[in-house]
Nanobody, 123 residues
Framework: VQLQASGGGLVQPGGSLRLSCAAS????????IAWFRQAPGKEREGVSC????????YYADSVKGRFTISRDNAKNTVYLQMNSLKPEDTAVYYC?????????????????WGQGTLVTVSS
């Protein structure tokens, strides 16, 4: 099981980025997949989750209405579209498998993740 997040960078407040999560060695659609982030000196925060199969989506209150999670089964990739970015969104973002679909609504229970991608929101 290997996950690789990419797409981070430096963006001005109000800008957009799209993160990608590519999987190898397994089929993403078989798992609930989450994005979480970690900023320096702060606790890990679950950002969004997409369930296996039917693809129900869930978001933290801090990003609801601004971020969109999606999955492309043909590319075995999950995306996180981030709009209206704020300085407080600055963090390293990781994609992870979730231990169970039951944990997806609360965006917890991360089981496996790879290297993250740094998102910096600054003017």
């Amino acid at each position: 099981v290997q996950l690789q997040a990419s797409g981070g960078g430096l963006v001005q407040p109000g800008g957009s980025l799209r993160l990608s999560c590519a999987a190898s060695g397994f089929t993403l659609d078989d798992y609930a997949i989450a994005w979480f982030r970690q900023a320096p000196g702060k606790e890990r925060e679950g950002v969004s989750c997409i369930s296996s199969g039917n693809g129900n989506t869930y978001y933290a209150d801090s990003v609801k209405g601004r971020f969109t999670i999606s999955r492309d089964n043909a590319k075995n990739t999950v995306y996180l579209q981030m709009n209206s970015l704020k300085p407080e969104d600055t963090a390293v973002y990781y994609c992870a498998t979730v231990a169970s679909d039951f944990m997806c609504p609360v965006i917890r229970g991360f089981a496996s993740w790879g290297q993250g991608t740094l998102v910096t929101v600054s003017s």
